[in-house]
């Protein structure tokens, strides 16, 4: 976790040691990958740094651009040697003005990001069985989580799901380091017909599954939480809010969490999250201010 | 070898690089050394910034408006895009003021580092509590009033649109804290006449003026076809708002040049900040402007000391108000017209050498 106090200490002479940093990368490669892009920056000291499930927030559009707020994308992969002192990827599709920016980048142009951001998945201190499961782009932080689980001794399954084959990322990749891969596809094409969360329970029946990683669409995550708890299994949910800063001071990136104390508070999922224990997020009322949460109006507000 | 020019247009630069130059400001009173500040409710109570520039450096932390009791805010979405902009709907997330000065301004005292406390409320009551509550609190630079939010006790209108409610928030928050400590009202530009708002606070009391917060606006999201913010409407901010920020610092300082001005609204680079001193603003806040580049008060700072250095200005106060001043009345300062002409050594030409 980054904490003001060790971002604090960090300061000043030891760059090194700093939990966050800002750098303005140069595009090493950028490739297709079904709907996707892969995109490799440089990022000297963001590497050793990054454990699974930190993301970065990318500046889109250059110094003078329309485009001002930070993009947040999970980090995927990280080299911190080479000719180019220290890379990452970061896997996107397009869908609005930044990502497509972030599209039309060269080998060589710059891009200025800011990483790495947020709390990480927590790890398991026994060699546990785990379930990843991810829809979409959502898979993009899963492979250095199986690499770091895997590193401890854990079993790991992975359940993949997307609309079309398309958009279902890294299969290779899962492939080779899962026990087992399970695929699923709207349509049927590749896979299972249906949803990550339908195929789900199976998986968790058969591996008996002590704790189940998710990332993907917000509807997802709430299911998996569901299907989680109803196993009597541990889940950890990397979400997807609507960010403009990602460093923490815009507070436009709230979720209701319940906390230790049994209180609910509108947590900031950039520096709270992104990733937070399913149980304790209250998915039904994403996008509310729940009447029992801290702070809340007691009535509802004229304006 | 070549012979290059070298443009110090203020640009984003990396380098660390900052000219000796007098960037202090008086704002209400009391001196920073730096005039380039954060916005409220753009730096959180500056804990989160501290990796990314030096809080001591800058001219100082405005903190998020903090109101009498914690506060949820409002639901999400929160914020929209826009045209060099964004739309914004927090509605005052916060701990509360007793947690707020027990925690937030604990650690930025702990560090030294110099503080305008934001203060919001829905009552002039609740204005006279939060005033209350930091009378006895020693060392802060000024107090920032917010008064662009709704009266509870007058059908939710805002109290900067109206000049008795402006003026009587004002007078009970300069009344209850401490006299040394600089009381600076914050003005909305969603109004008729900003200079007659002015007046009435400068009148009640206030030693200082910020301007302006944000614009009110909307965007309608045409996939759902449906208000993009949860909050209905929302406040604008970022550059698409600058030159009516500077109109605004223009028009008060026309009509009260006396009274000291912390301006803003969309500045991103130096050259927007030395806008807003041109205008008549004494010193500025840096806003949206951080959240895409969280070290952006500091850079700006730096860019603004060379914007000014460039014009053949001695100090950032010579500067305030400059374009006010007729020009066949008064001489341009004695600016380096002649752009500084260096020798560059078998050197690549890099990218800000231009070649002449
Ligand atoms: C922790 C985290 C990790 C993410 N990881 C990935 C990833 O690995 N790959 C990927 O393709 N996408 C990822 N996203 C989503 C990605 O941030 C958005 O798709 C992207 O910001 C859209 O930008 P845009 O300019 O194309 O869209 P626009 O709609 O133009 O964006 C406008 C603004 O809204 C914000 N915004 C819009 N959609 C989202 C969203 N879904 N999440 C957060 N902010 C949003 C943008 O940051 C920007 O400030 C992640 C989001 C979060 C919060
Ligand atoms: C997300 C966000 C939150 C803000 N919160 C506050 C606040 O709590 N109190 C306040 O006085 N102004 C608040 N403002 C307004 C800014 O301080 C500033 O006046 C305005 O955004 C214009 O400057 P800018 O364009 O540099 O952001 C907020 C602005 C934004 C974008
Ligand atoms: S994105 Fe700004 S506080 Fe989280």
Known sequence: MVT????????????????????????????????YYV?????????????????????????????????????HNVASRGVYGGTLDIVFSVVGKGTRWLSERHRHDSVEIVGPLGRPFALPRQPVSCILVAGGYGSAPMFMLAEALRARGCRVDVVLGASTEDKLFGVLDAKRIAATLTLTTDDGSVGERGRVTDLLPAVLERTDADVVYACGPMPMLARVAEVAHAHGAHAQCLVEESMACGTGICMTCVLPVIGDDGVTRMLRSCTDGPVFRADRVRWADIGTVPPDAYGAPAVEESS | ????????????????????????????????????????GCAAAGRELEPFLDLERIGAVVTKSVMLAPRSGRPTPRMAETPSGMLNSIGLQGPGIDVFL?????????????TVVSIAGGSVDEFTKLAQKLRHVEGLSAIEVNISCPNVE?????????????????????????????VLAKLSPDVTDIVEIARSVVAAGADGLSLINTLLGMVIDVDTMRPALAGVTGGLSGPAIRPVAVRCVYQVHAALP?????????????????????????????????FNDPSAPERVSRQLAWALLDRGFT?????????????????????????????VLDEEPVADVAER
């Open chain 1, 39 to 75: 995109m490799t920056l440089t990022a000297a000291g963001i590497p050793e740094l990054t454990r699974p499930g930190h993301f970065v927030a990318v500046s889109c559009g250059g110094d003078d651009g329309a485009t001002l707020l930070r993009r947040a994308f999970s980090i």
């Open chain 2, 1 to 40: 070898m070549t012979r290059a020019v070298i443009t110090r247009e203020p640009r984003r630069d990396t380098s660390l690089d900052r000219p000796d130059f007098d960037m202090s400001a008086n704002v209400g009173g009391v001196t920073l050394p730096d005039a380039v500040l954060t916005a409220s």
């Open chain 2, 102 to 114: 027990e925690r937030d301004l604990r650690w930025l005292r702990d560090r030294g580092i110099r």
């Open chain 2, 258 to 290: 006396d009274v000291p001005i912390l301006g803003m609204g969309g500045i991103r680079h130096g050259v927007d900040a030395l806008e807003f001193i041109l205008a008549g603003a004494s010193a500025v806040s840096v806003g949206t402007a951080t």
């Open chain 2, 154 to 182: 007058d059908r939710g209108q805002v109290f900067a649109c109206e000049p008795s409610a402006a003026a009587a928030v004002l007078s009970t928050v300069r009344r209850n804290t401490m006299p040394s400590v600089p």
């Open chain 2, 315 to 343: 100090s950032l106060a010579d500067a305030v108000g400059y374009a006010h001043r007729a020009p066949d009345t008064v001489a341009r300062p004695a600016a380096s017209v002649e752009p500084e002409v260096v020798d």
């Open chain 1, 4 to 35: 003001a106090e060790t971002a604090a200490s960090a300061r000043g002479k030891t760059a090194e040691t700093k939990a966050v940093v800002q750098v303005k990368s140069e595009v090493i490669a950028l490739r297709r990958a079904g709907s």
